[in-house]
């Protein structure tokens, strides 16, 4: 399932989320410049996030962002393909504009970036030895949609669904972001998706759902308090 469009307007212009997706956009044309090969490989070493160094188990290379724990954040901003950044930035954008609106841009950026951080401490729960680089923002994107998920289950989402055909079909946030959910579940669970850091998107989606969960009632005493 991919979304196209969600029914839920925004009141303010989303430039947080727009500045994030330049930043992307920005860093995307770097890493194609470096035409592939060792150059690239080079860059996804130094900027992605490899869960054994933090554990002690794998060596950092003496290029590497140093300290290195900062390669949490900068691995968000690197991708792997066309396919990969454009599927981010399209779900960012979606889901994005909304939750910027709710919390405002400045908690919005810190939200972000801490459910990113977050995602990839999960994901080096989930494989502490792990030598391969982390790359992408779909941890910080799948908080981003757990908060969604609480803030907004009655929006309905355009999808394009993929079934021996492509058809279009309008389906509630809490259907195509809980159905999304599952399958990452599902994914980890059994191991379907080689390659993917399918438990930084649980991570991600979960701590977005209880930063959600919160800011409502803090919302709702803040009204009560006021009245």
Partial sequence: MLPIRDDTPSRTFPLVTFLL???????WLWEISLVGGSALTHFYYQFGFVPGVLTGSYEAPSWAVAPYFLTALTSMFVHGSWSHILGNMLFL??????????LGHGKYLLFYLVGGVVAAMVHLLSGPSSEVPTIGASGA???????YFFLYPRAKVQTLVFFIFITSIRLPAWVFLGVWFVMQLFEGTFGAAQGVAVWAHVGGFLFGVVVAWMASRRGRATAEYGA
């Fill in 93 to 102: 954008w979606i889901f994005g504009n909304n939750i910027e609106d709710y």
């Fill in 141 to 147: 994107i799948a908080a981003i949609m757990g908060a």
């Fill in 21 to 27: 997706i330049l930043a992307n956009g920005l860093v």
